[in-house]
């Protein structure tokens, strides 16, 4: 399975290294206010890429923090109820307490 992943990988980054080569004009980025940026296209969809992965990663941060509370709450919950039914088996398994009447 190892070796398929790598052949993958391998012919994924030979795709890619192809694209760059094959698309390495000059572009040029205008934004507001007359500033403009002038780079490969290659460049440019790499740099955008990456700008969008890091924003998608900052957008799951607060979905991935919310649920680790929750599972720690849920861990939580799980050791009492396992405690308390521990003192149950073992409150199950002790011979009943003696009655202390004397006889007359």
Do not use: C, W
């Not at 980054?13 to 980025?29: E, H, P, R, S, Y």
């Amino acid at each position: 399975m190892k070796l398929i992943l790598r052949i993958f990988a391998l012919l994924l980054f030979i795709a890619f290294f192809g694209f760059a080569l094959k698309n390495d004009q000059i572009v040029t980025l205008y934004y507001f206010f007359g500033y403009a940026q002038t780079a490969p296209l290659v460049i440019m969809l790499l740099a955008f890429f990456l700008a969008g992965a890091v924003l998608g990663v900052l957008a799951m941060v607060p979905m991935v923090f919310k649920q680790r509370r929750a599972v720690s709450a849920h861990k939580k919950t799980i050791a009492q109820i396992e405690a308390e039914r521990m003192a149950v088996k073992q409150a199950a398994t002790q011979p009943p307490p003696t009655d202390n009447i004397s006889a007359t």
